[in-house]
């Protein structure tokens, strides 16, 4: 009998989620997040979660929870050697509930041609914020910043 209560406390933790990338999986309610302003494009959609396939890639993918055949590849600019750092505005982060920068998740969705995954780039100008704190989302579009929207993540000296 214990063990069966412990089964339901776990089910009561986790969902079931059907995605078309990575078939039925199992995720923990707690890592859901609300975006409280929509992933530009995807404005019905606010229930993301980050999944982490291949835990030694640096890439992730953060998939919406409403359509699962909606998955963004993320990753973070500090995986590639890429000194990112700017400020959130007040009134976003203010919307975020942002307390401690401790709580302050940022990724930036990536772009990675099928054909030539070394031609991927990241959208540095309009980073994905997450409070880990509140499980509060956002995509924010920095302005005067001067990040790139396809920034190559894989320079390729001989182009230069």
């Known amino acids: 009998m214990t063990k069966t209560k412990s089964k339901e406390k776990n089910s009561e933790k986790t969902i079931k989620l059907k ?41 992730k ?36 509930g942002i307390e401690s920068a401790d709580d302050v998740f940022v990724c930036n969705i990536a772009n990675i041609p099928s054909s030539n995954p070394e031609g991927a780039t990241i959208n540095m100008m309009a980073p994905v914020v997450l409070n880990l704190a509140n499980k509060k989302g956002m ?6 910043t001067g990040f790139e929207v396809r920034y190559k993540l894989f320079n390729n000296k001989s182009e230069e």
């Open 139 to 144: 995509q924010i579009v920095l302005k005067d």
């Open 19 to 59: 995605t078309e990338k990575f078939g039925e999986i199992e995720i923990d309610k707690e890592l859901i997040f609300n975006f409280i302003t929509p992933i530009i494009g995807f404005s019905d959609l606010k229930k993301y979660t980050i999944i982490d396939y291949k835990p030694d890639s640096p890439f």
């Open 61 to 96: 993918w953060l998939q919406s929870i409403e359509e699962p055949e909606l998955a963004f590849p993320v990753t973070l600019c500090s995986f590639f050697g890429i000194d990112y750092q700017f400020d959130i505005p007040d009134d976003e982060a203010q919307k975020l």
